[in-house]
């Protein structure tokens, strides 16, 4: 196995122990990270799941309403008032954090329904459709926000996850073998330096008694 590029004196020593403490408290602060991320996911996920279930039984009152209101006006003069009336849509985005990832808070409504037809003209279904859409338009702004909050935290858990694995598979064992080189070297030099010291007061030691 070829030997770490650093010489092993004390200082490097030194080095690599602040190194391989800061690697190991990173590491464990990145997976205690990495379980939030996942449970905030998980959870997102839950009201994603909750908001979409809301958003298909819109649509669905929405179409009854519209089908019925086909029925009783007629489809030409239902898309006559359709067309009529104002398209806009207030959508407002407000960036916000979320475990450190930047996340929209999509805030969607429609507007003031004025109406732009008169009342003798056309049947209540409408209205009531109108209302029904207006609904689900708002829902889908918050379906949207739930959904890119899924996707950038995952994104997020992805890259928490590599650094990780980074950590856990190159940097640490890196250090730890890089200090586990350097302590036996050290080791060895005490060593020798010890037996040399020990043979040298021997040496002396018998001149004297010479």
């Known amino acids: 196995m070829p ?6 004196t004390r200082s490097n020593l030194i080095i690599i122990r602040q190194r391989l403490r800061l690697a190991t408290e990173g590491h464990d602060l990145l997976e205690k990270k990495r379980d939030v991320l996942i449970l905030e996911i ?3 996920i839950d009201d994603a799941e ?3 279930q809301q958003v298909a039984e819109g649509f669905g009152r929405a179409y009854a309403m519209m089908q019925r209101a ?7 003069r239902v898309r006559r008032f359709a067309l009529s009336h104002p398209s806009e849509m207030d959508v407002r985005l407000t960036p916000r954090s979320v475990m450190g990832v930047v996340v ?6 429609a507007p003031e329904n004025r109406l732009s037809y008169g009342f003798g003209d056309t049947s209540v279904t409408l209205d009531q459709a109108q209302r029904e859409w207006a609904r689900v338009l708002a829902l889908m702004g918050e379906l949207a926000e739930k959904v890119t909050t899924v996707w950038r935290l995952a994104l997020e858990l992805r890259r928490t996850q590599r650094r990780v694995n980074a950590l856990e598979r190159v940097f640490i064992p890196s250090y730890q073998e890089t200090l586990r080189y350097i302590e036996e070297t050290l080791d060895e030099k005490d060593r020798e330096e010890l037996f040399r010291t020990k043979r040298a007061k021997a040496m002396h030691a018998e001149e004297r008694r010479v």
Request: net charge positive; no cysteine.
């Open 70 to 76: 086909r029925v009783m006006m007629g489809t030409e």
């Open 104 to 109: 929209p808070s999509v805030h969607a409504q």
């Open 42 to 44: 998980l959870r997102m």
């Open 3 to 8: 030997q770490p590029a650093l010489s092993p």
């Open 50 to 52: 909750r908001v979409q």
